[in-house]
């Protein structure tokens, strides 16, 4: 797929003067947005620049105020998405549009249903169906499994399954490697590659330059609902989409300086536990995090990462083995003592652990200290004026987006929400900070941002323990990497460790113990 | 002790269970309607207030068509209507749905009793003849099995009707198309919108559904069992009804399950004159009963994912 | 005694506030009955006369003061269930006649306060009791019932004294005259919902009763249903209920309505009487109506009999019932 | 933590302004709605061949003592609506807290009775104790016994996760069955032939705001017609107590937080199931209360009247209709308390069924919870941009969430 291709191409989508208002934002600002047939456009913006925005306009969920599109140069207008998908339209949304309880096959067909006289559901034919996408693009899924027990990985391939089923020309994908390893984005881009190569237009939305580097034809940025400006991939370079993007020079990577590890924080010893269905997740894993350092915790998703953290935080019972905060034994205590003997816990589900959406900004930055005595007089009573003025502290601080600190959390975009957290764990001074995730699905203005104060903790002694599905993230900041492998964590390896190496271990490669 | 003698004695009794099950009906109805309207995602706590409304207007009806057929017509529809009102201010008025349940419970009170004295003076409603009730029916042959014939086959019609629509309901939410788009818009509307599927249409269907099922337990309860309307005459069953449905954890049979227990309880009770108990613990029985079995045997129930939350197309 | 109240100037016209209890106006029962003692006397005496539902037992005393206060010059309270709130209003408005149905006005323990401008209606149910309870007694003796099963029953709506004073009237008489026969009593614990009722109703069929006393309101429409699509008898209630059933083959009788209309008519004529003024077979206050069967000549002679022996009070009715649960 | 430790609960001026100017606005907007309710009922009248003028004005009457034409007495009307809205304040309390924490409270009715028989059986049985000792131990009891009542829906729903509605229904049930045990033929009755319970000792009563007495006279009636009572000032109290619990205390940022989302609240170490325990606890405190304060204040007794007493269900009205708020719950009560007290007047003087209450609160129901209003300025894009509050837009996620995104304006500080 090459860009002068791309540019022979008629236009599949044009977006003309897009504008559309919220309340109290202009999140698309006389917006022009086209894409050329066949190619793979890339969308990119820091949060809350306006993309989903944008594309939700297209998919007929929101309406823009003004402006016009048109589809294979037909002006249209689409009041639905019921619209869109006639106009060959299919989109995978930022926040998955999955039925937890039903099969892969049910919310696959769903809305397209293949149906027995009488109207009876065909699961058969269902399979069928399923089976030959799967064959067609090599995307394999198990069309029995319940959608809530598959891992996030296939949950997105059934997304994408569910979009080429209704037969889409036109696919959006909003942030689609946003919670995918290396390489299951990269199965990812074979699979758009190979659709592009039919004929499919792809337009594709990622914080991840280095995605999008490698796998669009042509770029449009956004910035603050407004276009920034329109690139051809190949002559351009992550430096100067991120300046477009923030508006200023970005550090993509933080220089770290030598850490100088302290005493031994936190010891972990034989820990198990099993996962919410059940099946063993931690199998008898040990190991030792310091004062002032970083250890990254690398490894595919599903392989403990997350039930690691929840055991560490309190939030879930080990069934074996022990856990020793300064040679405090702290196994048996429950989140609320975790949290008071001074560890601090970064969530990975931002939007449902790590914020009560509904809270303003101030409430959620005290959520979990709300029984502290700086913000409740004799453990019970609010002391409203000292969280509000702990909130303004905090939001000018960490630079949290918010109109005032009375704002609803769920008004903050995901880059804001996840500041949001950052400020109030951070701001907890803690021991260990625990930090799963921290900066999924945010743009680089707040990756560098967050970075650089996980950084800054460390260096005041902090021991940090850093889970990310992004090696890039783990091994720019990891003064050791503990690679978790079903389980079990198969080698600590040194902040330094190649790519290669990391990925041969994750996917349970053995390889000959690099020391650390 | 000779209490439990008497009930003991009595569950070997087919007129026991036949009792059971016609008082079971009646709940089965409106927790059945509950079922499919909150399978949608529409929280419905107005089975009661639909139910009353459609006692009313069988009797009404009745009274003056002369024929039940028409008069259940009248009252199922008296039901919709209700529940039109419920799905339009719920649905396309996103209100609160216990809200609007609760209102419709109260306008039914209200404006029966308010018609009755506009439209019958402060006189009396006046009675169905038997010939113009709903009418038993002795499924011929099967009639004549011992104990199970006189249970399940010399029943009012409407019981006929409900256990035919217990399967039906059933077999439509978990085995055609239109189930699986119902219980997708109530467990996660966004899914189902994104994938083309009209969620309002979807959630009014099902919605005036509930009211057309309590609307005919409504005419059950007034033409088939009792011959004319009294003021409140529910009394209370539309709320066991959707005790029964979240304690059948939003199925059609575990709904009925329920339903019988409560039934059961009902047909025990109605025996007072044979059972050397306090009439009044023996009334606690079967809510009792319930509470034990709830709390020892069932457990969590989990609602739709959706349900009770209004769909705002557009805003995630 | 008499209260030395003057006769009301035939030029103001005498207002009467009516409070019905909880049933409601539509209770096909003595609420209603009374009512219609109150449109008779409108009509026939030219009174205004204005009524009250109370919704809740919080309505009572409201709804009495509302009246009292605005001098009405009579107020009735209907129903056994408003003792109480007319003692209390009764004592605030001593100017004001009150008249209770059912009952007297008591104070917090239940004992008659005598207040004098109150006027207690109070019914020998157990009169009308025993006249129905001779039919069903003599039937079953004469083996001309539905099942010939000795068996009769009651269904009470909520075991108080006017419910249970029917019943003990019934049974007493019923087991004169046949001293084989077994009587059921249950209760639906329920006015209103015939459902309720036909409930008990048809387990007391099933335990092979024929002949089936409502004493329950409107919840008791469902007995006599019940005994209609079981082809047996039933016995109606309060008034003449031939209408709601062909199984009713009698109704006892309890004349509210003439009790209303006499108590409004003594306040217009000015001799209105405080303190208990009871309605039984004496002054026809209470009665009985045979209805949809033609009762055989020994039937009609043992009730004529009963209401004689009544009258003379060489027979006294029990008031209660020992114990509803031993048939 | 470094943060300046200032006084308890005084409130940031900052957000003080907008939160009044939001109070005024939705103030405001139900009131507009409550109008819209009361037209829509006079074109029911008028369909049913009534007249809503003479109707309203009763009503009116007998709510407010206000344009009363029958010769009512202004101070009497007052009186008694005060008297029905005294407790619909507590119980409205009741159902409001657990709908905080997303828990539905039907029960509220049963908890009540329970306190009403506990507040009864203490009464009775120590009849002789001074006032001192006695009142306050007959609220007590009355609340302890609700808290039990429902503390076992709490325990149901926090162990073995039995769903409230289902139990709290089953519950008040069995309080009925147990009053009509008690107070018919059982321990609690007064004598053989009545269905009421003995009276509660005299220091068991809760005094009136006016002497109880039947000679002297106040606003040309006898002192003692005029019931209004001491149990308002409880009642009121328990709505402040409820406010500042819900916003000024740990507790209530607890329940709102399980309410809001119970996996964050359980991330940030708050006990789910000890909240939804305490929650329950609380709730039935406040019903059993109101039972308590009913018989101590008003009935003395346990009568029949419980037999179909509905407190507790317009309670769940009352606490909606109130948007859960103290200030709203307040408002809403003295509401259903005047049409209450107005149904009767309207009856007598205009003849109108004083069904028709029922309906105009089913009317008011609608209006204020679609917000038919907003939704009419919607249609006119302009206004809607000048007044559309975004916050009622914000997806909930429970059954009973819509009542916490309404309030989402009150979503404080904290
Ligand atoms: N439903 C909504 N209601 C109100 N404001 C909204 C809504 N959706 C988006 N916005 C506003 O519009 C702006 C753009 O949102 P949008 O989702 O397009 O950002 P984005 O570019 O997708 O951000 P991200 O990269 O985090 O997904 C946001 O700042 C947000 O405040
Ligand atoms: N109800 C709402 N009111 C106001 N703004 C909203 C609402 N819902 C969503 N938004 C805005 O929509 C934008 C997109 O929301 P979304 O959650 O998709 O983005 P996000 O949370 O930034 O995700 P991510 O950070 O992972 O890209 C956010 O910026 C958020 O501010
Ligand atoms: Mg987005
Ligand atoms: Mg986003």
Not at chain 1, 336 to 361: F, T, W
Not at chain 2, 74 to 88: N, P, Q
Not at chain 3, 84 to 97: L, Y
Not at chain 3, 157 to 176: D, Q
Request: net charge neutral; with cysteine; charged share 15%.
């Amino acid at each position: 797929m090459s860009a002068e291709l791309g540019a022979a191409a008629p236009l599949a989508v044009e977006m003309r003067q897009i504008v559309k208002i919220f309340p109290g934002v202009v999140a698309n600002d006389h917006v022009d947005f086209e894409v050329r047939q066949g190619t793979i456009h890339a969308l990119v913006g820091e949060n809350g620049a306006g993309k989903s925005t944008l594309m939700n306009i297209l998919y007929g969920l929101l309406h823009p105020d003004s402006g016009e599109i048109r589809i294979h140069g037909q002006p249209v207008r689409i009041n639905g998405p019921r619209d869109a998908i006639a106009l060959g339209i299919g989109m995978v949304h930022q926040h998955f549009m999955l039925i937890p309880v039903f099969t892969v096959g049910e919310n696959i067909m769903l809305g397209r249903e293949p149906v027995r006289p009488g109207g009876f559901y065909d699961h058969r034919r269902a399979r069928e169906e399923i089976a030959a996408l799967s064959r067609r693009y090599g995307l394999v899924l198990d069309p029995d499994a319940r959608m809530g027990d598959l891992p996030v990985g296939l949950q997105q391939r059934a997304e994408i399954v569910k979009v080429l089923y209704r037969g889409a020309e036109i696919l959006v994908l909003d942030e689609p490697t946003g919670v995918l390893t290396p390489q299951e984005s990269q199965e990812l881009f074979g699979v758009l590659r190979g659709l592009v190569r039919e004929g499919k237009t792809i337009i594709f939305i990622s914080h991840k330059l280095k995605e999008v580097l490698e796998v669009s034809d042509r770029i449009t940025v956004m910035r603050r609902g407004k276009v920034a400006g329109h690139l051809i991939t190949k002559e351009t370079n992550e430096a100067e989409i991120a300046r477009m993007m923030v508006g200023r020079d970005v550090l993509l990577r933080v220089e770290l300086k030598p850490a100088r590890p302290g005493p031994v924080a936190l010891r972990v010893e034989d820990l198990s536990a099993t996962s919410d269905r059940g099946v063993p997740a931690l199998r008898a894993l040990s190991f030792e995090l310091h004062r002032g350092e970083i250890l990254g915790v690398a490894g595919v998703e599903g392989n403990g990462q997350s039930e690691l953290v929840e055991v560490l935080a309190g939030t879930r019972q080990p069934t074996a083995g022990r856990i020793a905060l300064q040679d405090r034994d702290i196994t048996e205590l429950d989140a609320a003592r975790v949290r008071a003997a001074g560890v601090a816990h970064i969530p990975e589900d931002r939007r449902g652990a790590g914020l009560v959406l509904n809270y303003s900004v101030a409430a959620n930055l005290i959520l979990g200290h709300q029984r502290d005595a700086a913000f409740a007089w004799r453990r019970m009573v609010l002391r409203l004026q000292a969280i509000l003025e702990w909130a303004r502290r905090l939001i000018a601080e960490f630079d949290i987006r918010t109109p005032s600190p009375e704002t609803p959390a769920r008004t903050l975009s995901g880059g804001n929400q996840q500041k949001v957290i950052v400020a109030r764990e951070l701001g907890a001074r803690p021991t260990v900070l625990l930090a799963a995730q921290p900066t999924r699905g945010v743009d680089i203005g707040a990756i560098e941002f967050i970075h650089r104060r996980i950084v800054a903790e460390r260096d005041e002694g902090t021991a940090v323990l850093l889970i990310s599905a992004e090696l890039d993230e783990i091994r720019s900041l990891s003064d050791r990497i503990a690679v978790l492998y079903e389980g079990r964590i198969v080698s600590i390896e040194p902040g330094n460790a190649p790519e290669d190496r990391l990925g041969l271990l994750m996917t349970g490669g053995t390889a000959t113990p690099g020391g650390g | 002790m000779t209490a439990l003698g008497d009930i003991g004695h009595l569950l070997f009794t087919a007129d026991l269970w036949h009792a059971t099950l016609a008082a079971a009906v009646l709940l089965l109805l409106p927790a059945l309607g509950g079922v499919v309207s909150e399978r949608s995602g529409v929280v419905n706590i107005a089975m009661e207030g639909m139910m009353l409304t459609g006692a009313f207007f069988a009797v009404a009806a009745d009274l003056i068509v002369h024929n039940p057929w028409l008069a259940a017509l009248v009252a199922i529809l008296a039901g919709g209507v209700m529940a039109l009102v419920h799905a339009v201010v719920a649905i396309r008025f996103r209100a609160d749905q216990i809200v609007s349940g609760i209102a419709i419970n109260i306008f039914a009170t209200g404006i029966t009793v308010f018609l009755i004295n506009r439209f019958y003076g402060l006189q009396d409603v006046g009675h169905v003849p038997p010939a113009e009730l709903l009418p038993n029916l002795q499924i011929p042959l099967l009639d004549q099995i011992p104990f199970v014939g006189r249970v399940l086959f010399q029943q009012n019609v409407v019981v006929y009707v409900a256990l035919i629509l217990l399967v039906v309901i059933h077999v439509l939410l978990f085995r055609t198309r239109l189930g699986l788009r119902i219980r997708a818009v109530g467990e996660h509307p966004e899914a189902a919108d994104t994938a083309g599927i009209h969620v309002y249409r979807i959630r009014y269907g099902a919605v005036i559904s509930s009211g057309l099922l309590s609307g005919l337990s409504g005419a059950f309860l007034a033409i088939g069992i009792s011959n004319t309307f009294v003021p409140n005459m529910t009394d209370g069953r539309g709320y066991i009804a959707l005790a029964a449905m979240i304690f059948g954890k939003w199925t059609p049979f575990g709904a009925f399950i329920a339903c019988l227990i409560f039934g059961l309880g009902q047909a025990i009770y109605d025996n007072n004159s044979i059972i050397h108990v306090s009439q009044y613990l023996l009334s606690m029985l079967p809510y009792i009963l319930t509470l034990v079995v709830l709390a020892g045997l069932v457990g969590r129930a989990q609602p739709p994912a959706a349900d009770g939350i209004p769909y705002t197309p557009g805003i995630e | 005694g008499t209260s030395g109240t003057p006769a009301a100037s035939p030029t103001k016209t005498i207002k009467v506030g009516l409070v019905t209890d909880i049933g409601g106006l539509n209770d096909k029962s003595f609420n209603h009955l009374a009512y219609l003692g109150l449109t008779k006397a409108k009509t026939d005496l030219g009174i205004q006369g204005d009524v009250t539902e109370s919704h809740t037992g919080d309505d009572y005393i409201p709804n009495l003061t509302n009246f009292a206060s605005k001098n009405y010059d009579l107020v009735i309270g209907v129903g056994f269930l408003m003792q109480q709130a007319i003692g209390t209003v009764s004592g605030q408005f001593p100017s004001v006649h009150f008249a209770i149905i059912d009952g007297v006005g008591t104070d917090a323990n239940g004992n008659d306060l005598k207040h004098s401008n109150v006027e207690s209606l109070v019914f020998k149910e157990q009169d009308a009791g025993a006249l129905v309870g001779t039919i069903s007694g003599v039937l079953e003796k004469d083996g001309l019932t539905p099942k010939k099963s000795h068996k009769i029953s009651a269904v009470g709506g909520v075991s108080i004294p006017p419910v249970n004073h029917y019943i003990a009237g019934y049974k007493w008489a019923a087991k004169m005259q046949d001293p084989t026969v077994k009587v059921l009593v249950g209760y639906s614990n329920d006015f209103t919902d015939p459902a309720k009722c036909s409930g008990v109703a048809n387990s007391q069929i099933s335990q092979g009763a024929d002949i089936l006393f409502q004493v329950a309101g409107g919840c008791g429409l469902g007995v006599l249903q019940a005994a209609g699509q079981a082809k047996v008898y039933s016995i109606g209630v309060d008034a003449d209920q031939k209408s709601a059933d062909s199984s009713v083959i009698a109704s006892a009788l309890k004349r509210v309505d003439v009790a209303t209309y006499d108590a409004i008519k003594a306040v217009k004529d000015g001799n209105f009487q405080s303190g208990a003024v009871t309605f039984s077979l004496q002054n026809d206050g209470v009665g009985y109506q045979a209805d949809n069967i033609t009762l055989p000549a020994d039937v009609m002679a043992a009730v004529q009999d009963m209401t004689t022996k009544i009258k003379a009070g060489t027979l006294t009715p029990p008031a209660d019932i020992p114990d509803p649960t031993v048939p | 933590m470094a943060a300046s430790t200032t006084s308890a609960g005084r409130r940031a001026p900052a957000p003080l302004i907008p939160s009044i100017r939001r109070a005024v606005r939705a103030l405001a907007v139900r009131l507009g709605s409550v109008v819209f309710a009361f037209l829509l009922g006079a074109v029911i009248v008028a369909a049913t061949g009534g007249n809503p003028v003479a109707a309203y004005q009763a009503l009116i009457c007998g709510g407010f003592g206000l344009l009363c034409t029958g010769g009512e007495n202004a101070g009497l009307q007052i009186s008694n609506t005060v008297v029905f809205l005294t407790p619909l304040i507590m119980t409205g309390v009741a159902v409001a807290l657990p709908f905080r924490a997303g828990l539905f409270n039907i029960g509220a009715e049963g908890q009540l009775i329970v306190g009403a028989i506990a507040c009864t059986a203490v009464g009775v049985h120590f009849a002789t104790l001074p006032t001192a000792v006695l009142l306050p131990l007959v609220l007590i009891a009355g609340m302890a016994a609700g808290a039990c009542w429902a503390g076992v829906v709490g325990v149901l729903k926090a162990t073995t996760g039995a769903h409230e509605v289902v139990t709290t229904i089953m519950l008040n049930y069995v309080a009925q069955w147990l009053l009509r045990y008690l107070i018919i033929g059982g321990p609690l009755q007064l004598k053989n032939g009545f269905s009421v319970s003995s009276p509660i000792g005299a220091g068991a009563h809760l005094p009136r705001l006016l002497p109880n007495s039947n000679t002297l006279i106040i606003f040309g009636l006898p002192a003692s017609v005029y019931r209004i009572h001491t149990g308002l000032l409880v009642a009121l109290a328990a709505a402040a107590i409820y406010a500042f619990v819900l916003w000024r205390t740990a507790f209530g940022y607890e329940v709102r937080a399980v309410g809001q989302s119970q996996k964050a609240a359980r991330y940030a170490g708050v006990s789910v199931r000890r909240t939804i325990i305490l929650t329950m606890l609380v709730s039935g405190a406040f019903a059993g209360l109101a039972g308590a304060v009913q018989i101590a204040a008003v009935d003395h007794n346990l009568t029949d009247k419980y037999f179909a007493d509905t407190t507790g269900f317009d309670a769940i009205a009352v606490a909606l209709l109130g948007l859960g708020t103290a200030a709203g719950i307040v408002l809403a009560a003295i509401l259903f308390g005047a049409l209450h007290a107005g149904g009767a007047v309207m009856q007598a003087d205009a003849g109108i069924s004083g069904n028709l209450v029922y309906v105009l609160q089913a009317l008011i129901l609608f209006s204020i919870a679609a917000n038919f209003l907003r939704s009419l300025k919607l249609r006119l894009p302009a206004i809607g941009r000048a007044t559309g509050t975004p916050a009622a837009e914000v997806p909930a996620t429970a059954a009973v969430a819509e009542v916490r995104a309404a309030l989402h304006d009150d979503e404080g500080i904290a």
